[in-house]
Each structure stands twice: as structure tokens, then as C-alpha cells.
């Protein structure tokens, strides 16, 4: 596609509720990336997926935060019993290489969480 | 300490003049440096990146990079209203954090016409 896409572009849940985040990089691109950005801060890693290679997840805040990607393609991030703090702009980018300097950004996806 | 940090804001200019955006960061071994712009409500946007110490030019944005002191700044000239926007610094390490990019909280900058 021409840029990543993610969807939904808003999601209000219940505490208490699982939700599942989607994104679909730029055709082509290797490398994923998630990021958290809670209001008037900056972008916090959460997950890398860097083509066939181990996932780095050392930045998932917990264990209800999982994320998945098959191949090259789509990725879902999901978020288990959400809480109050789980409240954020959910971003997604992907680089044409691992490590490839220019991550382009998805519009991502607002969470709110009753 | 944080990995990365920006002067606090908000920044406000008036059109015309030069904007200058500060960051620090602390680890020795980072390789790569980026400034990214968010418009409100918007996602990030690479406006600049640099590598070496020194400076780097682009139309209107100057990056400049000091490896020895830690700091990386974002200098605007000839500021518009259309810069208007919260101006994120990003870090890459090297090593096995390669890919992932540490962010500052972010300048806010508001050009006043």
C-alpha cells in the first residue's frame, strides 16, 4: 500500500475488556515496530518484529501486552484485561530493513479505556 | 536519567525568526540521531536526520550534532506558522537495541504570525 495503515483509528473499551490493535506495514518492508504514546509525551517501544529474526519485546509494559506478526505482513497488537493506563495513541511504523534508519508512521490508533 | 531528554516548552517564535530545539542524550554508543515532527493529532513525520558531528542542512532545518557532549539540536530559520508542531527527538543505539529508537517527550513550538 502507499503508507501503513492501522485500524481501528479509535477504540473505547471497558476495563477489564481485551482489545486487538492491527497494522499493515508498507508492502515490502521487513522490519515493524510498535509504539505507545500516552498524551503530551513522547513515543515508548513497545515491540520490534525484524524480518525472520526473534521478536525484541523488551518493551512491552506487561505481561497482558502480546503482539504478533506473520511473515511480513500484518501485525496485531492485543492488549488483555485493560486497564485505566493502557489509555493511549497505539503507533505503528515499519523501515525497509532491520535497522533501516526511516521508520515511516501509521496514523495509529486512539485507545481509551473506561 | 532518561535516554533521551528535550528542553522543556513550549517554544514560541515569532514568524521569521529562528527556532531552536534542544536534546541530550546518554548513551555514548548511540549512532544515529533523528528529528521527527507531530502535528497535533497526527503521527510523526522524519524531517531531519544525522550521523557525524557537525552540522547538516536542509532548506530551512539545520541539524547539528555533537557526539563528545551528548546533544543533538534542531535549529529552524525563517520560521512559518506552518512549523507550528511538537518537534520529537529520537535516538538509535547500536548493538542488539538496533531498530528500535528511543524518543524524547518532545518540544512544542508555536510560530506566531
Known amino acids: 500500500g502507499a503508507g501503513v495503515s492501522q485500524s481501528p483509528s479509535n477504540k473505547v473499551t471497558e476495563k477489564g475488556k481485551d482489545v486487538e490493535l492491527r497494522c499493515d506495514p508498507i508492502s515490502g518492508h521487513t522490519a515493524l515496530y510498535w509504539y505507545r504514546q500516552r498524551l503530551g509525551q513522547g513515543l515508548e517501544f513497545l515491540i520490534y518484529f525484524q524480518g525472520n529474526s526473534a521478536p525484541d519485546k523488551s518493551g512491552l509494559p506487561s505481561d497482558r501486552f502480546s503482539a504478533e506478526r506473520t511473515g511480513e505482513s500484518v501485525s496485531t497488537l492485543t492488549i488483555q484485561r485493560t486497564q485505566q493506563e493502557d489509555s493511549a495513541v497505539y503507533l505503528c511504523?515499519?523501515?525497509?530493513?532491520?535497522?533501516?534508519?526511516?521508520?515511516?508512521f501509521g496514523p495509529g490508533t486512539r485507545l481509551t479505556v473506561l | 536519567q532518561k535516554e533521551v531528554e528535550q528542553n522543556s516548552g513550549p517554544l514560541s517564535v515569532p514568524e521569521g525568526a529562528i527556532a531552536s530545539l534542544n536534546c541530550t542524550y546518554s548513551?555514548?554508543?548511540?549512532?544515529?540521531f533523528f528529528w521527527y515532527r507531530q502535528y497535533s493529532g497526527k503521527s510523526p513525520e522524519l524531517i531531519m536526520s544525522?550521523?557525524?558531528?557537525g552540522d547538516k542542512e536542509d532548506g530551512r532545518f539545520t541539524a547539528q550534532l555533537n557526539k563528545a557532549s551528548q546533544y543533538v539540536s534542531l535549529l529552524i530559520r525563517d520560521s512559518q506558522p506552518s512549523d507550528s508542531a511538537t518537534y520529537l527527538c529520537?535516538?538509535?543505539?547500536?548493538?542488539?537495541?538496533?531498530?528500535?529508537?528511543?524518543f524524547g517527550r518532545g518540544t512544542q513550538l508555536t510560530v506566531w504570525p
Open positions: 548513551d555514548r554508543g548511540s549512532q544515529s
Open positions: 544525522i550521523y557525524s558531528n
Open positions: 529520537a535516538v538509535k543505539k547500536g548493538g542488539s537495541t538496533l531498530g528500535r529508537l528511543y
Open positions: 511504523a515499519s523501515s525497509l530493513l532491520p535497522g533501516a534508519d526511516t521508520q515511516y
